[in-house]
């Protein structure tokens, strides 16, 4: 089956609605770090200083990434930068799992809070993509 295959149309399509649906994703977690910070406040782990500091940080640079994905000039730059953040907030997903952290809108069950730690392997995955011609 040639629909994913690289270099065809139809390959070219998916990639492109891919990269606007992350982008997409990307922007709206971002804003949700400045609209409402303090779910993302309480899953910092607490050795790191500044949480508030932090989400905002780490909010500006997903709504950096998201859309500098949509910027030939530099969509690979930001793909690699999108890798660059999960690496970097993945101790807040594990800190969320170990320490049971319940968040509003998340269903409080300890599994879940496991289950979403390969979800970031995800995510890199498919920034990485961008890094591809």
Not at 34 to 53: G, H, M, S
Request: contains cysteine; positive net charge; glycine residues 8%.
């Amino acid at each position: 089956m040639g629909i994913c295959k690289p270099g065809t149309y139809s390959g070219t399509m998916i990639k492109t609605l891919l990269r606007w649906v992350l982008a997409a994703f990307m922007v709206t977690a971002g804003v949700l770090h400045f609209v409402t910070p303090e779910p993302f406040v309480r899953i910092v782990p607490a050795l790191l200083p500044y949480p508030l500091a932090l989400v905002y940080i780490s909010g500006f640079f997903e709504v950096l990434g998201g859309v500098g994905l949509l910027i030939p000039l530099v969509s690979r730059a930001a793909a690699w930068g999108l890798i660059a953040l999960f690496v970097a907030v993945f101790p807040a997903n594990i800190n969320m799992a170990v320490n049971q952290i319940t968040l509003e809108g998340i269903p409080n069950d300890p599994l879940l809070y496991w289950l979403r730690l390969p979800l970031q392997g995800v995510l890199i995955a498919w920034a990485w993509w961008f890094t591809r011609p």
